[in-house]
């Protein structure tokens, strides 16, 4: 029997308490010539909530729930293929499109994520599971192309909000999905398991699809379900199982972290989640994890670590995880989510210098001392691709897991 949540547990989220900044896109995140009035005014709240909280909400951004929900259909289809099948898209080095099992991919070389992914990062990709499964390629592409014009809406809002022409950062972003070769941009659809606990200390993690998710996503109902109170880091347990399979990463109260802490490492990401949600967040300037809540056809946007140096810091990339609760009728349900990772095209320089800075600018003491250092400063430039590929190293590690 699952426990009635009292009405002050279901006031314990960000989106309960009115921490997440919520941001109306007035229909107009996807159309190809925005209306200037929208984006004029999206720049000014980004502006806010971004330098504040590093993130917000997006809505009426123009992308149907409907589309949503089959892409993770035909997900859970991908991943219901034999191991064989399935192998014949996997990532492989030095490419970033393709299928990445679970364990795969690993955040600084340790922790293996417990999740299925499939990243898109060019419109004519050959490499997608058509004839296993009709109507992927042409749904996935679409839901790609529209992500890639939402990212262009935000990008001259952006420009907007640090009174730049507006054409600035679209102009540095204009190879978005033509491939890796040009530029990292990717959408993932990203499926996390169901766990379950069958005896003490074999905690596993289940395969195959989540049979009941898209009937919780038809509630117009926003998840206001409680955040966890993690105890500090150090209680982190990883469990490996006798054979190398991966089981789960326990928080010391129960809760299971699915994807651990990081920042994302390109401008921003845009991300869309399932009622389940599970995402945690470090708010700037705190050390403390929150659980951000579910808003039902909300899109987030959260500032990346090239926005961060474009910015001089003045828009935080966001720290964030995704956990799932020790409550057993949560972790038996699987969780499904699509993420576009915005990047400038390979060849852009990133330097923490292109953009003005109105509190620089009034401080002659700091101008005085940028050009005494401006040989050293120039040595720390790398462009987009570079940093990029350093991340990539961190991030994936060589292993045998499946």
């Known amino acids: 029997m699952i426990k009635t949540k009292s009405s002050d547990d279901k006031l314990d989220t960000l989106l309960s308490r009115s921490v997440v900044p919520i ?5 107009c995140g996807i159309e190809e010539v925005p209306v ?9 709240q980004l502006k806010k909530a971004l330098s504040e909280k590093g993130m917000a909400l997006l809505v009426n951004h123009g992308i149907s729930d409907e589309k949503l929900k089959t892409a993770w259909d035909h997900l859970d289809d991908f991943v219901d293929l034999p191991p064989d099948v399935r192998q014949h898209y996997i990532r492989t080095d030095g490419d970033k499109h393709g299928y990445v099992s679970r364990g795969q991919q690993r955040f600084d070389g340790k922790a293996p994520e417990l999740r299925h992914a499939f990243n898109i990062s060019t419109l004519n990709a050959q490499n997608l599971p058509e004839e296993p499964l009709p109507g992927f390629a042409d749904h ?3 839901l790609a192309t529209d992500f890639k014009a939402l990212a262009s809406f935000i ?8 009174d730049i022409p507006h054409t600035f950062f679209l102009e540095k972003h204009s190879h978005m999905l033509s491939g890796d070769h040009d530029n990292m941009s990717s959408l993932r659809m990203l499926y996390y398991p169901p766990i379950v606990d069958d005896e003490p ?5 289940i395969k195959g699809r989540c049979q009941y998710s898209y009937q919780r996503c038809l509630s117009n109902q926003p998840d206001f379900r409680p955040e966890h109170n ?3 880091e150090d209680d982190l347990n990883e469990v490996d199982g006798p054979n190398g399979q991966l089981f ?4 010391g109260n129960g809760a299971v972290i699915q994807c651990p802490p990081h920042v994302d490492y390109g401008t921003f990401t845009l991300l869309s989640q399932d ?3 599970g995402l945690e967040v470090k708010l700037p300037g705190s050390e403390k994890w929150h659980r951000v809540g579910h808003l039902p056809g909300s899109i987030l946007v959260n500032v990346g670590e090239i926005l961060n140096i474009w910015t001089q810091e003045r828009y935080p990339a966001l720290q964030h995880r995704v956990v799932i609760p020790e409550q057993e009728h949560i972790r038996a349900r699987g969780r499904h989510s699509i993420a576009f990772f915005c990047h400038p095209d390979n060849i852009t320089m990133i330097s923490p210098n292109d953009l003005p800075n109105p509190d620089a600018a009034q401080d002659k003491a700091c101008l005085k001392q940028r050009k005494k250092s401006f040989k050293a400063a120039k040595e720390r430039v790398y462009n987009a691709y570079q940093l990029i590929q350093k991340k990539f190293r961190d991030t994936y590690s060589n292993n045998n897991h499946s």
Not at 155 to 162: F, G
Not at 201 to 205: F, I, T
Not at 248 to 251: N, R, V, Y
């Open 23 to 27: 941001i109306d896109l007035a229909h």
């Open 36 to 44: 200037k009035s929208v984006v004029n005014r999206v720049g000014h």
């Open 140 to 142: 996935i592409s679409t």
């Open 155 to 162: 990008l001259q809002a952006l420009a907007v909000s640090l």
């Open 201 to 205: 200390g074999q905690n596993d993690v």
């Open 230 to 232: 993690p105890r500090d």
């Open 248 to 251: 789960e990463h326990k928080l």
């Open 275 to 277: 009622s389940e949600g």
